[in-house]
């Protein structure tokens, strides 16, 4: 549906030097999919969507929808972003003050290209009004609403014109975690619903998790990963992605050989040999970088069967309600656990750490 091929885009600054603000970008997206770009501020993923958008203009590459190129540096190809037929959701959402709600949602269809019969307008923007469930607001002034109710506002605006693509930049970005959370929920319900193709923009880990199809994260202008959701969380390719999705313990070691199955090695490390999984084949004395999740180190009192076990102490704990936070000392190391609240080992004593050998993985060193 959408594809994106070796896209640069770049910048000059105030001193005119050159920013390359996105680099060898490719990736595409299937019909009805949702498509996420994921990165740390500054990584390129506003960049990447506005080529996408035609507000920018890339150096190189090759942008389709459905076999339609609207940019290609190849074919001297560069079509309007009012030609391309996508909607749009800015990183800064705005509604205009001075129109009511049905008023915002229709504005799009009566500048638009196509002229529409009054009721044929009116059904439109009744059905994405219902759809961002905002029928019963419809004559309400646009400001006299909440901020969720704001950018569903947005949201509906952009989907009346029904574009084949939507590109959504940091939607929920000005809402509180409460709020963003529900709107999460109903912005994936939405784009189910509707199977509409979807770009969407974060730096929120946890929502690029929750609402994506697939992941693409990014950093200093590049695509690193791309993958499901449980890919990218579960089965990182480098520290980077390990460290920015989720939270980690990384582990320095030295590939001691294979441990049985394929893909499975020992590795030396300060707290010990562990047995972990590669990310790509290894050979002994490599250097590699394990990363454990902390609610896959297991934590018990008594003494658990298995591979990868050892005797720490319970260092710290953080109570976070639904789980508690424990820094348990390994010798000098401190690796991170989370667990359920119904073990109650005291600071200070004694307890077993084990490491799940599924969910070792063992990273190249940098
Ligand atoms: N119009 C511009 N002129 C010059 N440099 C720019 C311009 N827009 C962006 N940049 C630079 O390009 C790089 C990528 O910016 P971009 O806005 O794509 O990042 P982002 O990933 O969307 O970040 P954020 O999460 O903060 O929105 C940054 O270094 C930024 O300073
Ligand atoms: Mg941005």
Redesign the pocket.
């Known amino acids: 549906m959408l594809r994106v091929e070796g896209l640069y885009t770049e910048?000059?600054?105030e001193r005119g030097e050159i920013?390359k603000?996105?680099q060898d970008i490719t990736f595409s997206v299937p019909e009805g999919r949702l498509f996420t770009l994921l990165?740390?501020?500054?990584?390129?993923?506003?960049?990447?969507l506005r080529s996408i958008a035609g507000l920018e203009r890339p150096r190189v590459g090759e942008i389709a929808v459905k076999d339609r190129v609207v940019y290609s540096s190849a074919k001297g190809v560069f079509v309007a972003p009012n030609r391309r037929g996508f909607g749009m959701v800015f990183?800064s959402y705005a509604i205009w003050p001075h129109m009511s709600v049905y008023q915002n949602a229709a504005f799009p269809l009566q500048v638009g290209e196509r002229r529409l019969s009054r009721q044929e307008a009116r059904d439109k923007v009744m059905r994405v009004l219902a759809a961002t469930q905002l029928d019963h607001l419809a004559e309400r002034e646009a400001t006299k609403l909440s901020g969720g109710q704001q950018q569903r506002l947005a949201l509906a605006r952009a989907l009346v014109m029904e574009p084949q693509l939507l590109l959504l930049d940091?939607p929920l970005s000005n809402l509180d975690a409460k709020l963003r959370e529900k709107m999460r929920f109903e912005l994936k319900r939405l784009q189910r619903e509707l199977r509409i193709t979807t770009v969407y923009?974060t730096?929120d880990q946890s929502e690029a998790l929750a609402l994506s199809h697939e992941i693409a994260v990014?950093k200093d202008?590049r695509i690193l990963q791309v993958g499901s959701p449980r890919d990218i969380y579960e089965r990182p390719r480098n520290e980077f992605v390990a460290d920015f999705v989720g939270s980690t313990n990384f582990l320095d070691g030295s590939v001691l050989g294979p441990d049985g199955d394929e893909g499975r090695y020992r590795v030396r490390t300060e707290i010990g040999d562990v047995s972990v999984l590669g990310t790509e084949p290894l050979r002994a004395d490599d250097k590699v970088l394990l990363s454990v999740r902390p609610e896959d180190v297991a934590l018990a009192e008594a003494k658990p069967a298995g591979a990868n076990v050892w005797e720490g102490r319970v260092d710290q704990k953080v109570f976070l309600g639904e789980c508690v936070d424990f820094q348990v000392k390994l010798g000098e190391r401190v690796l991170l656990s989370r667990r359920h609240p119904s073990l109650r080992t005291p600071i200070g004593h004694a307890i077993f750490v084990q490491l799940d050998p599924e969910k070792c993985i063992a990273l190249r060193a940098a």
């Open positions: 910048y000059p600054n920013v603000a996105a990165g740390p501020s500054g990584c390129g993923k506003t960049t990447t990183q940091e923009v730096h990014m202008g």
